[in-house]
């Protein structure tokens, strides 16, 4: 059973910065992308980026260039988003997603539980 | 603001069929595979449809997608009221090098 295990709700300052983990099991960590998607209150989906559980290239939305970074842990099969300069309208509730992709196609076919971050002074 | 549209609503009775629209363009829906994801109120979303119109292992084949040229399309026949939901529409867009998602569509049983 495939499984991605989100951190826990944070509330941040504005400027500060949040580092969201999502820990997977019931597959092989490496054979698969991961996409960071996120959902203001009573919004759509956004995706921000994926990165490649592989060899840790990524892919950030012209949006978030230069003020997040993905990475993952191979060892503890982990992803982490880290997203800095926190403003008010990065509040959200963020998820990590599982991407099947190839040359042809992309879909997220399994996603974390989701992680609430609110940005207030 | 978004690249796919969608409409805010739609609804039926239960039992009954309910079809919704994503429009996109050359760029997006027209050359790339289209995806659907349902999310229930207070959860994740999930994988519906991947590739225009295949069903992950689990969901029912009462849901069905398909895409024509720079539009694709969900459909929910023998609707229940565990359906409410909101549905999305997702895929890549070439000239933005990014995936996209749609506006999103809030499916009533009446």
């Known amino acids: 059973q495939v499984l991605l295990v989100q951190s826990g709700t944070e509330v941040k300052e504005p400027g500060g910065s949040v580092r969201v983990s999502c820990k997977t099991s019931?597959?092989?960590?490496?054979?698969?992308?991961f996409a960071w998607v996120r959902q203001a209150p009573g919004q759509g989906l956004e995706w921000m980026g994926w990165?490649?559980?592989?060899?840790?290239?990524?892919k950030y939305a012209q949006k978030f260039q230069g003020r997040v970074t993905m990475t993952t842990d191979t060892s503890t099969s982990t992803a982490y988003l880290e997203l800095r300069s926190l403003r008010s309208d990065d509040s959200a509730v963020y998820y990590c997603?599982?991407?099947?992709?190839?040359?042809?196609?992309?879909?997220?076919?399994?996603w974390g539980q989701g992680t609430l971050v609110t940005v207030s002074s | 603001q978004s690249v796919l549209t969608q409409p805010p609503s739609v609804s039926a009775a239960p039992g009954q069929k309910v079809t919704m629209s994503c429009s996109g363009s050359?760029?997006?829906?027209?050359?790339?595979?289209v995806s659907w994801y349902q999310q229930l109120p207070g959860t994740a979303p999930k994988l519906l449809i991947y590739?225009?119109?295949a069903r992950p292992s689990g969901v029912p084949d009462r849901f069905s997608g398909s895409k024509s040229g720079t539009s694709a399309t969900l459909g929910i026949t023998g609707l229940q009221t565990g359906d409410e939901a909101d549905y999305y529409c997702?895929?890549?867009?070439?000239?933005?090098?990014?995936?996209?998602f749609g506006t999103g569509t809030k499916v009533t049983v009446l």
């Open positions: 997603a599982r991407e099947t992709s190839t040359s042809e196609t992309n879909y997220f076919d399994n």
């Open positions: 019931g597959y092989t960590f490496t054979r698969y992308n």
């Open positions: 990165i490649s559980a592989y060899n840790g290239n990524t």
């Open positions: 050359s760029s997006n829906i027209g050359n790339n595979y």
């Open positions: 590739e225009n119109n």
């Open positions: 997702g895929t890549w867009d070439s000239s933005l090098s990014a995936n996209v």
